[in-house]
């Protein structure tokens, strides 16, 4: 699993690698300085810095250049601890200490894993698979793949599914331990973790007094409270398979609330003259070879971030039943064919103004 990153107008820092999402009430400005002051007390600042591998995007108004520098570092620094928690890139992580005693026992995690893992295997039942953080194998294989260019053999491909399933990963709530059943497991947040540390961030922000925010990890956005004289951050949807997306879609008005993309435009790779996506089916052990954007809007960077991942992986009317599930969750998915290219929404999407 995995995703997400261009936008243009004043956010050039971030692309989703299928629907490009486009902030136009964020005036822009220089990293660490504020613009001219929108109001008589608060004024815009922007940050950035490299996390998770991607740029990390703070977007914040604040009444001093020292408040917010102060709050900006903050939500950085926490940003950086769950990268150090949840990388699967980083060897001495707490997800890869995990994953070294698979087979072994319980492990006692921290609250942040287990919240997330949490979170995982309830969507891994509710989307049949599609959905599953313990594709570790299948996605490093894929990797090589990806590298090399050349499919695996039927029997490598095999015997790294035969290490993926969720109902292999077992949680203690009482405990607080995580339990992988089978040696050779591997776990891999791509698909949760960076909406998870947009949530992690943003709550750091508000602890430091902040209320008007943005903060954005690749395709993952989450918003607080509408930029002063502003209702709403207003966020467009870029058409990523097929025209149809502009066409259709108005701009997303967030407050409180998340926003992530997934898709293949950006990162794919043809093996053997088929294209495939960088978005590992579990189910399949291969990137998915289907064309496909999906955005999802909901309350937290967590919720959005795993649904827009497990929406590239079912088909449209299961992935849009599943965001049903969830209080406060949208979605549009637009997918291109051999018969054409489709756009399908929730209807909280479609009456966005």
Known sequence: MGHHMNRRASCHD?????????????????????????????KHFEYSQIHMGVRARIVLYAVSDAKAAEAARAAFARIAVLDAMMSDYRSDSELMRLCNLAGTGPVAVSDELFEVLTFAKTLHEQSGGAFDVTAGPVV??????????????????????????????????????????????????????????CDAAAEVLRVHGIDRYLVSLAGDIVVG??????????????????????????????????????????QFVEIEGVRYSHIVDPRTGLGSPRRIAATVMAPRGMTADALATALCLLPPEVGLGLVSRYSGAAAQIEEATAQGATLRTTGRMKSVP
């Open 140 to 197: 490093r294989l894929w990797r090589e793949m990806r590298r090399s260019g050349m499919r695996a053999s039927q029997e490598a491909i095999a015997a790294a599914r035969d290490q993926v399933g969720s109902q292999w990963m077992h949680l203690d709530d009482d405990a607080q331990t995580v339990e992988l059943r089978k040696a050779g497991m591997r776990l891999d947040l791509g698909g949760v973790a960076k909406g998870y540390a």
């Open 225 to 266: 409270q509408a930029p002063p004289d502003r209702r709403a951050w207003e966020v467009m949807i870029e058409a990523g398979v097929h025209p149809v997306a502009d066409e259709a879609m108005p701009a997303l008005q967030l407050v409180n609330a998340a926003v992530s993309t997934s898709g293949d435009a950006q």
């Open 14 to 42: 971030l692309q989703s690698f299928l629907a490009c999402l486009v902030l136009t009430v964020v005036p822009a400005a220089c990293a660490g300085r504020y613009a001219a002051p929108i109001s008589a007390e608060l």
